[in-house]
């Protein structure tokens, strides 16, 4: 009887041991993929501004830059990189415009480099104006109102302050080494204020392309198509880090170890 007691207590063990290895790797399922295969952000030894001496101007909607014909030199850009995910790579860009007056206008141009082993996919631009953030999109014109809204569009409001806009060159996908090349513009407003500083930030993003194409793939798969490409992302992707399987092996060891010493202890 205390042999039966002691096999049933070690299957129990061992079953336990295995079903927290199933759940364990669910819920790692769950989560989103974040590995060290993953590096994109700012090259700063790129950043560079127009801004090297006589101020520039342009018309409105960013067209046709060009020196001021006065020549002054009052108006100043810092650019600083900054790390906002907090992930040892620089990914924004922190604008100071001093000595803003109207008509003054820059353009800050960065190289972006993907520094993993993976794929990325194509990046957005979010802007932070007064501590309200908006995505902008590519080569549109966004405009940063004088009480902290955001907006975008072609016609200038009359409130904006800042007209901003950012580019990048590359396709959707950029693979491990590759470089891009991106620009950001601003032009300072009718509605601005002389002698004036403002201050924005630039935040880009991206993410691993196979997650971002497994995403694509589930929300097809919503819609009654896609399931097996989720699949294939989901088995692609490093969910576990092997704990799951130390679990699943501790749990068969445990079956046999109880099964070898209830047999020796018949003998």
């Known amino acids: 009887m205390k042999k ?27 989560t989103p993929v974040q590995t060290s295969k993953f590096g994109w952000g700012i090259l700063e030894e790129t950043v560079s501004q127009s801004d090297h001496g006589a101020d520039q101007t342009c018309d409105p909607g960013l067209k046709n830059p060009r ?27 922190k604008i100071d415009v001093g000595n803003a007056y109207p008509s003054y206008y820059n353009k800050i141009n960065i190289d972006i480099k993907n520094f993993g082993e993976i794929a990325v996919k194509k990046k957005k631009a979010v802007i932070n104006w007064q501590g309200k953030t908006a995505e902008i999109l590519e080569g549109l014109i966004c405009y940063l109102h004088r009480n902290g ?20 060159s590359g396709g959707d996908i950029q693979y491990p080494g590759e470089v891009m090349v ?75 170890i109880g099964a070898v010493i209830t047999v020796l202890r018949k003998k």
């Open 182 to 256: 991106g620009a950001l513009e601003f032009h300072v407003l009718q509605a601005a204020e002389q002698n004036h500083s403002y201050c924005f930030d630039l935040i880009l993003t991206a993410e691993a392309a196979e997650v971002a194409d497994s995403i694509v793939s589930e929300e097809e798969g919503e819609n009654g198509s896609g399931s097996e490409d989720v699949v294939a992302g989901i088995v692609d992707l490093p969910k576990t880090g092997g704990n799951a399987v130390c679990y699943y092996f501790a749990g068969a060891a445990m079956l046999l």
């Open 4 to 30: 039966m007691a002691f096999f049933i207590l070690t299957l129990m063990l061992a079953f336990f041991v295995m079903d927290h290895a199933f759940a364990s790797s669910e819920s790692i399922m769950d």
């Open 67 to 93: 020196l001021i014909a006065e020549g002054k030199d009052v108006g100043s850009t810092g650019v600083s990189v900054k790390d906002a995910n907090n992930d040892g790579v620089h990914d924004s860009l």
């Open 149 to 168: 809204e955001l907006s975008q569009g072609t016609s200038t409001p009359d409130d904006a302050v800042l007209e901003i806009r950012w580019t990048g």
